[in-house]
């Protein structure tokens, strides 16, 4: 009986051993939601309820509320930058794959732009989010670009970092304003590259 708990008790740790790396994704996914829908200051106890952990699973794996800002940032930042190859392989196109990864470029501006203003206070925080956003992101929408630019038969004197900066510049204000069709915008200046009209 002694040996059968403590058995139990063993597989029960291993178990709380694996729990907490199958978790982080599940907490940066309820987080990200629940960031869009309540903004960067909701309670730790909404975004526990969310991923169906407790409270104390949260502070364990980001101690912080701007640990957790941060981890939810790079979340999404690597998951738009892994859509790229992923939308190049599996569209019609490559333009159309363009257009979908740009869909889903303006979709992270527009619902996570609260994330890295929650670092205002911490520039070099900021800094460094930036610098990991264009690092992970321009490549991508390089050779995305690339590859449409080469599909449609033109060139274009707009590299993918100016598209990006475009593209932000854009999206600004678009989450306050239900009227603003950012996406559509976004689109007609994707079709400005494409055509080769920036020359």
């Not at 800094?127 to 449409?148: I, M, N, S, T």
Request: glycine share 10%; hydrophobic share 45%; charged share 20%.
């Amino acid at each position: 009986m002694a040996d059968t708990e403590g058995e139990q008790a063993g597989g029960e740790r291993s178990a709380q051993v694996g729990r907490p790396r199958r978790s982080r994704q599940a907490l940066l996914d309820a987080a990200a939601a629940v960031f869009v829908t309540s903004g960067v200051d909701a309670p730790v106890r909404e975004i526990a309820a969310k991923a169906g952990v407790g409270v104390g699973t949260i502070y364990r794996h980001f101690p912080t509320r701007s640990e957790l800002v941060v981890a939810v940032y790079r979340h999404q930042v690597e998951a738009c930058a892994e859509a790229g190859p992923r939308l190049l392989a599996e569209s019609a196109t490559p333009e159309a794959a363009l257009r979908a990864w740009v869909a889903l470029f303006v979709e992270f501006l527009v619902t996570k732009h609260g994330l890295a203003g929650a670092l205002q206070g911490d520039s070099a925080g900021s800094d460094a989010l930036h610098a990991y956003f264009v690092d992970r992101l321009v490549p991508v929408c390089g050779d995305l670009l690339a590859a449409a630019l080469e599909f449609v038969g033109t060139a274009s004197s707009v590299d993918a970092y100016n598209v990006l900066k475009g593209i932000g510049n854009l999206c600004i204000g678009a989450a306050s304003d239900a009227r603003y069709r950012a996406d559509a915008l976004v689109q007609l200046l994707i079709s400005g590259v494409l055509s080769g009209g920036d020359r």
